[in-house]
């Protein structure tokens, strides 16, 4: 039985879908699907069924789910073992959106060039779903909001950058003072589900602030496009470029409040806590050439 036919199985399962498993192996579907096909006849089985526009495991893939991902984790950590004087592997790392445009592609630059060997299998997603997967093991490492509470003593926190809260307007409005422009203007929340949304909502709480609620979103990119159209007002934090284009904005810092603090999180021990910490540092890097890039 091939492993590798195993790690396929495992990314269809994850991902629900066929071709995003081959855009990730750099495969075809045609040899994902033959890959799932060998697999089935080894294990006398099916294991993967078409559900709607997802496919989703059988009884039976349900079945060795845990197990496949065990000896994948046991075949890449004889790899480790073996290697162990190289930094050759795989590392599964999930990344907030604001930070897969903003700075993964220096650290997967700096990782090519500097780190041959090591090859990241990148997954978006929000902090508080990425945090419980590095919990629970389903990733290696994550580029995250630092979550609203201490982490656990057994995971590595490294701070990569803080973002200040700003108010953001159009370039037309005429008001200068945070606390009137937040008290009067239709204001587009970010949403407070999230580890960011909850850091402007602390600073609305503390000053006592009752915005007059118009819209409340997920996506600070599509915050900034409703604000760039006159729609309202936001309380955001002032994440890396790029921003979207073509929109007449203002920046307004807001004094005394708190920021939002984006770094990697990964477990202290693990069979790749090698190949996690060289991210790591590559991550803390390119951070800082960015931050210094930025105020040229």
């Known amino acids: 039985m091939e492993t590798r036919f195993l790690k396929t199985f495992l990314n269809v399962v994850e991902l629900t879908s066929v071709a995003a498993a081959a855009r990730l192996e750099s495969l075809t579907p ?21 559900s709607g526009h997802s496919t989703r495991p059988t009884e039976a893939g349900v079945a060795i789910l845990e197990m496949a991902r065990t000896l994948i ?3 890449e950590s004889l790899k ?37 060997g090591i ?21 290696d490492a994550a580029i995250l909001v630092e979550p609203p509470f201490a982490i656990s003593k057994e995971h ?4 990569l950058r803080r973002d200040r809260l700003i108010v953001l307007t159009s370039s037309t409005e005429q008001e200068t003072d945070v606390q009137t422009i937040l008290r009067q203007a239709p204001f587009i929340r970010y949403d407070r589900k999230h580890w960011g949304g909850r850091t402007a909502e602390s600073y609305l709480r503390k000053e ?18 409703l604000v760039g159209r006159g729609l309202g007002v936001s309380l955001i934090p002032d994440w890396l470029p790029p921003w979207p284009e073509g ?43 960015k931050e210094l890039t930025l105020r040229l």
């Open 30 to 50: 045609s040899a994902v699907v033959q890959r799932i096909r060998a697999l089935e006849a080894d294990v006398g089985a099916v294991l993967l069924r078409r």
């Open 119 to 139: 090859l990241v299998d990148v997954q978006p997603g929000q902090s508080v779903d990425l945090y419980q997967k590095v919990l629970d093991g389903t990733l």
């Open 208 to 225: 006592k602030l009752s915005p007059l609620d118009r819209y409340e979103l997920d996506s600070l990119e599509a915050i900034v496009v």
């Open 247 to 289: 929109l007449r904005l203002r920046k307004i810092a807001v004094d005394g409040a708190p920021t939002r603090n984006v770094g990697v999180i990964y477990r202290q021990l693990s069979s790749k806590d090698r190949l996690v910490e060289a991210f790591s540092q590559e991550a803390c890097k390119a951070a800082k050439a």
């Open 73 to 75: 984790e046991g075949t």
């Open 156 to 159: 590595v926190w490294r701070e």
């Open 80 to 116: 480790a073992i073996a290697t162990r004087n190289e930094e050759v592997g795989t590392i599964r790392v999930g990344v907030i959106h604001s930070m897969i445009t903003g700075l993964l592609p220096e650290i997967l630059t700096a990782m090519k060039e500097t780190r041959p």
